[in-house]
């Protein structure tokens, strides 16, 4: 059976979701390896083991959280020169960019990124990524040796558990970790306060775009998305032109997200934006332009301006929960 590694990102000793959504796509694939590195990643474990893992690396140095790729580079470069995996996933991340990156040159092997999906193909792997705007899926079956590294998108898969777990392999790894060489060092983290839920993991997402006229007609989504438990999402047009800060931008070269409801708001449907959000269950589209290619996505559309039909729209929430 091929070994398919994944580098496991976890925060204060909790996987991330993008960790769960590529270990659910590994043990399709193979027996599922984790690495996990940094602070508390130990306590990572039994949440990656129930969605796959048969093994996991930890090595939980305080210079994987402060120095920036480099100490995981040094060590995977390390473990692949002993075990040599047959594939390795990494989540299409800041911080898996630039690990996967690095490790290609210092290796010298293929590198894919941006895919959307891994499939077996020919008894090697192949991956599948969207070009033109998400309008057509390439597939590419590497040629190089393996180990093969693929970046995937974060919601491209859904993280589902094991339906049966095993009691993984934990190795610790206590390798000294060299921060002599020159690299980038995080000097300072900030947390952003959030408002409503996180846009990655909203269930209900109101988007806006430049059909809204102007940067502070986006408190009639807020209004909106505060009744219904809506997080707020918008379109690159509405980033470029700084009404949102980048954070919010959904599409090809923003977030990817997947809720049960997606509300477009004043967003024409550029094949850079629905790329983002295609996925989503089920999609209402507000414009007051009839041929907008978004109604072709929608499963609900309104035909109207959205700054008479938001603002009814709030009321009739607001009046069907007593307010």
């Not at 960019?97 to 990124?113: E, M, T």
């Not at 070009?131 to 093969?148: E, H, I, R």
């Not at 006229?213 to 707020?232: C, H, R, S, T, Y």
Request: proline share 7%; aromatic share 4%.
């Amino acid at each position: 059976m091929p070994s398919v590694w994944v580098f496991a990102e976890t925060a204060d000793g909790v996987p991330k979701p993008i960790a769960l959504e590529l270990l659910t796509k590994a043990r399709a694939l193979g027996a599922a390896v984790a690495v996990a590195v940094g602070p508390g990643a130990g306590r990572a474990a039994e949440a990656l083991a129930k969605y796959g893992a048969t093994r996991i690396y930890v090595h939980e140095d305080e210079a994987f959280k402060d120095v920036v790729a480099t100490p995981a580079v040094d060590l995977l470069a390390r473990l692949f020169e002993k075990e040599r995996p047959d594939l390795m996933l990494f989540g299409m991340t800041y911080e898996g960019r630039d690990i996967a990156a690095r490790l290609s040159a210092r290796l010298g092997v293929a590198l894919i990124a941006n895919a959307t999906d891994v499939i077996k193909r020919n008894g090697s792997f192949a991956a599948v990524s969207p070009v033109f705007g998400g309008s057509m899926l390439v597939t590419t079956v590497p040629k190089a040796q393996p180990p093969v590294l693929i970046l995937l998108r974060p919601k491209a898969i859904t993280a589902e558990p094991a339906s049966e777990p095993v009691a993984p392999q934990v190795e610790k790894i206590g390798d000294p970790v060299d921060t002599s060489k020159p690299a980038a060092r995080v000097l300072r983290r900030e947390k952003q306060k959030a408002q409503g839920p996180r846009l990655d993991d909203a269930t209900v997402i109101v988007s806006g775009g430049r059909g809204l006229g102007a940067p502070e007609n986006f408190k009639m989504l807020d209004e909106l998305a505060g009744e219904i438990g809506a997080a707020v999402g918008a379109s690159r047009a509405v980033v470029d032109a700084g009404w949102k800060p980048y954070s919010f931008q959904i599409g090809q070269t923003g977030k990817t997200v997947k809720p049960s409801v997606y509300i477009a708001v004043g967003i024409s449907g550029a094949m850079q934006h629905t790329v983002g959000m295609k996925g989503a269950k089920t999609i209402i589209a507000i414009n007051k332009d009839p041929e907008a290619p978004i109604f072709k996505l929608a499963d609900l559309g309104v035909i109207g301006d959205v700054h008479k039909i938001v603002p009814q729209l709030i009321q009739e929430v607001r009046a069907r929960k007593g307010k």
